[in-house]
């Protein structure tokens, strides 16, 4: 598997704005979620919903997730570990989703008179998953859907430092531009979803950025970055002696339709038809009338 990008890492090296995650802030962090296409909210998880995601892994990894995938690469001690849509079975994983301050943390910097639940996604790299690389992609390439207030708001369980941390294109979401979506094991090969008529990634692994457009997410556990589905980003495989975890919620807004487009289960509906609001027992309306 290919490897992404990884700079030197220094005290120089360009961070995520951050904002301590409480409502005062809110409109700072829109604003830098606007501009740059990903915001990090600090300690905006405290340690007992933390604890509630931690009992749902464990449900997870012992078969409670319909979707889940555990993958031991060759020459790594560790193995890669994700799975998605698992909230209507990991009780735990509905708790934090629904009860926590999570959506009341996201639905500010939507802009939305609604907030729909649309996935999560549990990530874990055990120590020393060295090839466990995510390559350059925005995430909407592999959703069936129209619109663009759509979010991934990344819950970090652990610590992670600068090395094995996510990796931003600053700026990438503004042209909305959508871009090909690549596969996740194989780069070089096509994704099985692929438009072959979008273009590929403007960086792929090697690639060389500016400083100042590649964007670090350094992350403390508790801590949240949000970013918005056309925002490009990467991360390395995790080189280190500690887990890197980290459980996501991805959301839509009130201009999202679904169009049928062929993907991955997760993000599919049958009893949806194309143009029609996402809004149904799969995708339920967390906040708003509707």
Known sequence: ???????????????????????????????????DGVVCLREAIGGDWLSTIESGIIDALDGGSADLDVVQRDGDEGRFSFSSGAWRTIEP??????????????????DSDDLVLFYDFLLIKEAHSDSASTPWHQDHSYYPIDGFKVVNSWVALDDIPVESALRFLAGSHQAQTLY???????????????????????????????????????????????????????????????RRAAFSVNWTGD??????RSALDTYMESSLTAGECIVCDKFPRVRGAG
């Open 1 to 35: 598997m290919a490897t992404s990008h990884v700079a030197t890492p220094s005290t120089a090296v360009p961070h995520v704005q951050s904002f301590p995650a409480h409502a005062a802030n809110a409109e700072l962090a829109r604003e830098a979620l606007q501009r």
């Open 255 to 260: 201009d999202v339709t679904y169009n049928d």
């Open 93 to 110: 994983f509905r708790s934090f989703i629904f009860d926590s301050p999570l959506p009341d943390l996201v639905w500010p910097l939507l």
């Open 180 to 242: 090909r979506a690549v596969d996740f094991d194989d780069p070089t090969r096509p994704y099985r979803h692929a438009r072959a008529e979008l273009p590929l990634p403007p960086v792929g692994a090697g690639d060389e950025l500016d400083d100042e457009k590649m964007l670090f997410a350094p992350l403390h556990a508790g801590d949240m970055l949000v970013w918005w589905s056309y925002t490009l980003h990467s991360a390395p495989g995790n080189r280190l002696d500690q």
